[in-house]
């Protein structure tokens, strides 16, 4: 089975669901400080961003709440080689990974509120080209709020960037480790969400421990049913299981049981 091929299947899997209600957005939120309930609202508000198929704006008192959709996170990274571009350069100074700024779309916003800019997979990468882009003209940033978002641009894009950023990974999601690391780097906190749920604020080697020794159990898992039932459909099993830490609905689902927790 081609790659290409079965990445497209595993996309198709990954079907986003709108949210049953609108998100609670807090109107008084500090900036500054993570809020594991604005982080499952805001996740929710990507899923409408996502099924809508275009951004999100939503008011709420001095502040604008601007959510990128998913989009085509596979074409965005560059796996087929006919997605691939050069580097481009940031709005205010670096290089950006070219799939991801080519498929970039800055919707109107009004200046003077403040702006609070999210996504996730290739629309995480967009709101954080969005924050140098917003900021050149004169608007106010809050906070940026990424979920498995890629490694979008270089050193000096990410020092562009003057906006508290949080980065949240769920679990084993393989998106924010493309594309591979050199020029392109992650920027931010990073926020991970563990498999038993819990919220990681602070992520060390220690911690992430469990991560490195779950993945070399599943090689070890990809070995014996590749022997067993042929190595494409192990290697399908493989990526499926994976890539179910990418899905938008789990990201949102993990985060609201964070937030009562």
Do not use: K
Not at 29 to 58: E, I, K, M, N, Y
Not at 167 to 174: A, F, G, L, S
Not at 215 to 244: I, M
């Amino acid at each position: 089975m081609a790659i290409p091929r079965l990445l497209h299947q595993l996309r198709n899997s990954q079907a986003v669901t709108a949210p049953e209600q609108e998100p609670a957005l807090p109107p008084d939120q500090p900036p500054g400080l993570f809020s594991c309930a604005l982080a499952a609202a805001l996740a929710d508000l990507c899923r409408l961003a996502t099924t809508g198929g275009g951004p999100v704006v939503r008011e709420r008192g001095e502040n604008l709440f601007v959510a990128f959709p998913s989009g085509e996170t596979w074409d965005c990274l560059g796996i087929d080689p006919e997605t691939i571009s050069p580097p481009a350069p940031g709005p205010a100074g670096g290089r950006i990974f070219g799939p991801l700024a080519q498929s970039f779309e800055l919707p109107p916003l009004a200046v003077g509120a403040r702006i609070w800019l999210t996504g996730h997979g290739a629309g995480g990468a967009h709101a954080l080209i969005a924050a140098p882009a917003l900021q050149h003209r004169g608007h106010r940033l809050a906070a940026i709020y990424t979920f498995g978002a890629p490694r979008t641009g270089d050193r000096a894009f990410g020092e562009s960037i003057a906006a508290p950023h949080f980065r949240i990974v769920n679990n084993q999601d393989p998106v924010p480790d493309l594309p591979p690391p050199g020029p392109w780097r992650h920027h931010g906190t990073h926020l991970l969400i563990h498999d038993n749920g819990f919220l990681d604020l602070h992520p060390t080697p220690i911690s992430r421990a469990g991560l490195f020794l779950r993945q070399t159990a599943w090689l070890g898992e990809l070995l014996v049913d590749g022997l067993q039932g042929g190595y494409p459909r192990a290697l399908y099993s493989l990526f499926a299981r994976v890539l179910r830490d990418h899905a938008l609905d789990e990201y949102a689902r993990r985060l609201r049981r964070a937030a009562t927790t």
